[in-house]
C-alpha cells in the first residue's frame, strides 16, 4: 500500500494534466475468531497495519463475524504490535448497538501479553471488550488517535470484572484522548489489577512538547451503567511525568465531558509529578449521577503532588439538576456552604496553598 498518484485531465485548451494526491486505505475484515488465518483478526494486524514499511499509510480493520451475539477471539500468543496509521473499529460488527460485540480475551496469550500495543502513528480503537491479559489492556506508545467505545477489565456486558494483569490503558507518549464529548465515545475501565489507566511518560518520547493526553466522559471504577463500584486494583487514573524533563498536558474531564472515577481500590486520582494536569467537571467517589456514594481507597479521591489545576463544570453523564461534581476521600476539602453530599462522599478537595484552609476558589499551581 503506497500514496497512489491518479490524473485526471483538467479540461483547460492546453490540455494540461495535472496530478492530484490521494490515499488509498487497505481494509481488512474480521470475520472468524480463530488465532490466525484468514479472516483473523491476527492476519488483519499483519496484513493492514502492518504491511508499510514506513509505517505511513491507514489502514483500517472491519469487524465481520457470522452469528448472533458476543464473538470472542482468544490470541493463543499476544498479538503482533500495531505500528503505523490504523483504525480497529467493531462498532462494525452487524448488531452493534453500543455494547461490544467482539472479546479479546487473553487467557492464553501469555503471561505478560498486552491486549493491544499500538506503536507509532495514528490509532483509532473502538468498541472492544479487552481482558484477562497478563500485562494491560492497551498499551500506546508514541502513537496519537482515539481509544473509544471499549469494555477494558471488564466482560462484554460492563457488569463484572475481568481483569487485565496491569493497567487497563497505559499511555506512555505523543497525543492521546481516551474517551471523547459524547457518551457514545465512553470507555468503561474498570477491574482491572493496576490502574485504570496509567500515564507514564516516556523520555524517548518524539516530540515531547507536543504530547498532550485527553480523558473524557469515562466511567473509571465502575459497571457500565456508572451506578456499582467494579473496583481497578489501583488508582482510577494515575498520571506520572516524572521521568520526562518537560511538562506534557493532562486533561482529566471538561465541560459537558466529566468522568466518573469512583469505586477504585487505590484514589481516584494519583498525580506524581504531572505536568500541566487540569481536572474538572468528574464524579470523584459517587455514581454517575452523583446521588449515591461509591468511595475510592488508599489516600481519597486526588492525591496530589504539584502541578495540577482543578476546575469544576457539569459532567457528561449529565448530573441531576442542581449538582455539581463531587469530590470524596482523605484530603483537605473545600467548605461549600448549603450544599448537600451523598452519604460517605465528601466535598471537592482544596486546591489552595499549603497551610490555608477553606473559602478559597482560585485555582492555583502547586
Given at each position: 500500500?503506497?500514496?497512489?498518484?491518479?490524473?485526471?485531465?483538467?479540461?483547460?485548451?492546453?490540455?494540461?494534466?495535472?496530478?492530484?494526491?490521494?490515499?488509498?486505505?487497505?481494509?481488512?475484515?474480521?470475520?472468524?475468531?480463530?488465532?490466525?488465518?484468514?479472516?483473523?483478526?491476527?492476519?488483519?494486524?499483519?496484513?493492514?497495519?502492518?504491511?508499510?514499511?514506513?509505517?505511513?499509510?491507514?489502514?483500517?480493520?472491519?469487524?465481520?463475524?457470522?452469528?448472533?451475539?458476543?464473538?470472542?477471539?482468544?490470541?493463543?500468543?499476544?498479538?503482533?504490535?500495531?505500528?503505523?496509521?490504523?483504525?480497529?473499529?467493531?462498532t462494525t460488527e452487524p448488531g452493534y448497538a453500543g455494547t461490544p460485540l467482539v472479546e479479546l480475551d487473553g487467557s492464553e496469550a501469555g503471561a505478560v501479553a498486552n491486549g493491544l500495543w499500538l506503536y507509532s502513528g495514528k490509532k483509532l480503537v473502538k468498541g472492544l471488550a479487552i481482558n484477562h491479559f497478563g500485562g494491560n489492556g492497551i498499551v500506546l506508545e508514541n502513537a496519537?488517535?482515539d481509544i473509544q467505545a471499549n469494555y477494558i477489565g471488564l466482560d462484554p456486558t460492563g457488569t463484572a470484572a475481568r481483569p487485565n494483569g496491569g493497567a487497563g490503558v497505559l499511555v506512555t507518549g505523543a497525543s492521546i484522548t481516551v474517551g471523547g464529548t459524547s457518551a457514545t465515545d465512553r470507555n468503561v475501565i474498570s477491574g482491572n489489577t493496576g490502574p485504570g489507566i496509567r500515564?507514564?511518560?516516556?523520555?524517548?518520547?518524539?516530540?515531547?512538547?507536543?504530547?498532550?493526553?485527553?480523558?473524557?466522559?469515562?466511567?473509571?471504577?465502575?459497571?457500565?451503567?456508572?451506578?456499582?463500584?467494579?473496583?481497578?486494583?489501583?488508582?482510577?487514573?494515575?498520571?506520572?511525568?516524572?521521568?520526562?524533563?518537560?511538562?506534557?498536558?493532562?486533561?482529566?474531564?471538561?465541560?459537558?465531558?466529566?468522568?466518573?472515577?469512583?469505586?477504585?481500590?487505590?484514589?481516584?486520582?494519583?498525580?506524581?509529578?504531572?505536568?500541566?494536569?487540569?481536572?474538572?467537571?468528574?464524579?470523584?467517589?459517587?455514581?454517575?449521577?452523583?446521588?449515591?456514594?461509591?468511595?475510592?481507597?488508599?489516600?481519597?479521591?486526588?492525591?496530589?503532588?504539584?502541578?495540577?489545576?482543578?476546575?469544576?463544570?457539569?459532567?457528561?453523564?449529565?448530573?441531576?439538576?442542581?449538582?455539581?461534581?463531587?469530590?470524596?476521600?482523605?484530603?483537605?476539602?473545600?467548605?461549600?456552604?448549603?450544599?448537600?453530599?451523598?452519604?460517605?462522599?465528601?466535598?471537592?478537595?482544596?486546591?489552595?496553598?499549603?497551610?490555608?484552609?477553606?473559602?478559597?476558589?482560585?485555582?492555583?499551581?502547586?
Amino acid at each position: 500500500m503506497s500514496l497512489s498518484q491518479l490524473t485526471r485531465r483538467r479540461g483547460n485548451s492546453a490540455g494540461i494534466e495535472g496530478l492530484e494526491s490521494r490515499v488509498l486505505f487497505a481494509v481488512a475484515t474480521v470475520t472468524t475468531t480463530a488465532d490466525s488465518g484468514p479472516g483473523s483478526l491476527r492476519q488483519a494486524i499483519l496484513t493492514v497495519a502492518n504491511n508499510d514499511s514506513n509505517f505511513q499509510d491507514p489502514g483500517i480493520i472491519r469487524f465481520n463475524i457470522p452469528g448472533a451475539g458476543v464473538h470472542t477471539i482468544a490470541p493463543l500468543s499476544p498479538l503482533p504490535i500495531v505500528r503505523g496509521y490504523a483504525t480497529l473499529d467493531a462498532t462494525t460488527e452487524p448488531g452493534y448497538a453500543g455494547t461490544p460485540l467482539v472479546e479479546l480475551d487473553g487467557s492464553e496469550a501469555g503471561a505478560v501479553a498486552n491486549g493491544l500495543w499500538l506503536y507509532s502513528g495514528k490509532k483509532l480503537v473502538k468498541g472492544l471488550a479487552i481482558n484477562h491479559f497478563g500485562g494491560n489492556g492497551i498499551v500506546l506508545e508514541n502513537a496519537t488517535g482515539d481509544i473509544q467505545a471499549n469494555y477494558i477489565g471488564l466482560d462484554p456486558t460492563g457488569t463484572a470484572a475481568r481483569p487485565n494483569g496491569g493497567a487497563g490503558v497505559l499511555v506512555t507518549g505523543a497525543s492521546i484522548t481516551v474517551g471523547g464529548t459524547s457518551a457514545t465515545d465512553r470507555n468503561v475501565i474498570s477491574g482491572n489489577t493496576g490502574p485504570g489507566i496509567r500515564v507514564a511518560l516516556a523520555t524517548n518520547t518524539s516530540n515531547p512538547g507536543n504530547s498532550s493526553v485527553g480523558i473524557f466522559s469515562n466511567y473509571i471504577g465502575t459497571d457500565a451503567r456508572g451506578s456499582t463500584a467494579v473496583a481497578n486494583g489501583e488508582e482510577g487514573i494515575l498520571v506520572d511525568a516524572s521521568t520526562v524533563l518537560f511538562s506534557p498536558t493532562v486533561s482529566i474531564g471538561g465541560p459537558g465531558a466529566g468522568n466518573v472515577i469512583s469505586g477504585n481500590g487505590g484514589s481516584g486520582i494519583h498525580l506524581v509529578k504531572p505536568g500541566n494536569t487540569l481536572i474538572r467537571s468528574n464524579f470523584i467517589g459517587t455514581d454517575a449521577a452523583g446521588a449515591h456514594a461509591l468511595p475510592n481507597g488508599a489516600a481519597g479521591d486526588v492525591n496530589p503532588r504539584r502541578h495540577h489545576r482543578h476546575g469544576r463544570g457539569r459532567p457528561a453523564s449529565g448530573p441531576v439538576p442542581g449538582r455539581r461534581p463531587h469530590c470524596g476521600g482523605a484530603q483537605r476539602h473545600l467548605r461549600q456552604p448549603g450544599r448537600r453530599h451523598p452519604p460517605g462522599a465528601r466535598r471537592e478537595p482544596l486546591v489552595e496553598p499549603a497551610g490555608r484552609r477553606g473559602g478559597a476558589r482560585k485555582l492555583h499551581r502547586h
